[in-house]
């Protein structure tokens, strides 16, 4: 079974940071893109940010660059988002996804989108 599991979500304060971690079973991820998506109460469902094999081909929403990096680790099929300098508009359910597309910020459209993970709760409020 495909399988995307998600952790590291939590409450932090604004300007506080957060690791998020995904890992992918039932699949290799080989040549695929990999990424997160969120959704605040409301609100639609937006890419984050995605990866492709090699860590040259990411990208970032313009309201995440500069504060979020992410990565991924082929071997133990993983992977993460690191978010610093977190703000309350950042307060949103962060599903780990993999792409259907193989190249280009394709991977940030929820179109493309082949599978999903569960969801993982981040709040930033002081």
């Known amino acids: 079974q495909v399988q995307l599991v998600e952790s590291g979500g939590g409450s932090v304060q604004p300007g506080g940071s957060l690791r998020l971690s995904c890992a992918a079973s039932g699949f290799t991820l080989d040549y695929t893109m990999i990424g997160w998506f969120r959704q605040a109460p409301g609100k639609e469902r937006e890419g984050v940010s995605c990866?492709?094999?090699?860590?040259?081909?990411?990208y970032y929403a313009d309201s995440v660059k500069g504060r979020f990096t992410i990565s991924r680790d082929n071997a133990k099929n993983t992977v993460d988002l690191q978010m610093n300098s977190l703000k309350p508009e950042d307060t949103a359910v962060h599903y780990c996804?993999?792409?259907?597309?193989?190249?280009?910020?394709?991977?940030?459209?929820?179109?493309?989108?082949?599978?999903w993970g569960q969801g993982t709760q981040v709040t930033v409020s002081s």
């Open positions: 996804v993999v792409s259907s597309t193989m190249v280009g910020s394709w991977c940030l459209g929820r179109s493309n989108v082949k599978y």
């Open positions: 990866i492709g094999r090699n860590a040259g081909s990411s």
